[in-house]
């Protein structure tokens, strides 16, 4: 099959592409408005880009009806979040935080989850989550803005929380973090079910 991307729409490309690149790991982004109301947001458009300075980065996509995601709004007049890793445990309630709630509604309150303090960035941590990057907004790079563009969020880790049980000798234990991926549509993957190969050279 030959797909030339000119001939296809927004939500043919979408479905092409989270359909291709899976599985992906999920960033779950607590951002704090001027007021001080919270947002929390799972993006599965998310990937490490540098490590020495660590950056990572994630994606939000403008709505389908155009508008901005609040993330987006939230970074625009306080640049700092915090990233927490969603593990299999906590995937129900990472899953209600994706509600399209109002503006100024907390998806924290609504999914049923708690919070601890960050201690480098004024948003908190996810309680219920075993990792967290304390992150300051580096850039927020734009792709145009129709429905479905997406907004390119870097953001330099400051600093980094993890549960005991998972580290061990400055490696995190995969089997204790039991991460999830996102796949397409409403499916989702563990990192259970995994094997080695050995680098050549």
Known sequence: MELAIADLDATAIYKLMVGSIQPRPIAWVCTRNEHGVLNLAPFSFFT????????????????????????????????????NIVSHAVVEKMNQTSAPLARGESEIGYAGLSTTPALTVQPPRIAEALIHFECRLREIQR??????????????????????????????????????????GNTYSTTRDTFDIERPG
């Open 48 to 83: 490490l880009v540098s490590v020495n300075p660590p950056i990572v980065a994630f994606a939000p996509l403008r709505k389908p009806d155009g508008s901005e995601k609040d993330t987006v709004l939230n970074l625009e007049t306080c640049p700092e979040f915090t990233l």
């Open 143 to 184: 792709f145009g803005d129709e429905p479905m563009a997406g907004r390119l969020v870097l953001g330099d880790i400051v600093h980094v929380q993890v549960a005991d049980p998972l580290y061990d000798e400055g490696r995190i234990l995969a089997d204790k973090l039991d991460a999830v991926g996102r796949m397409a």
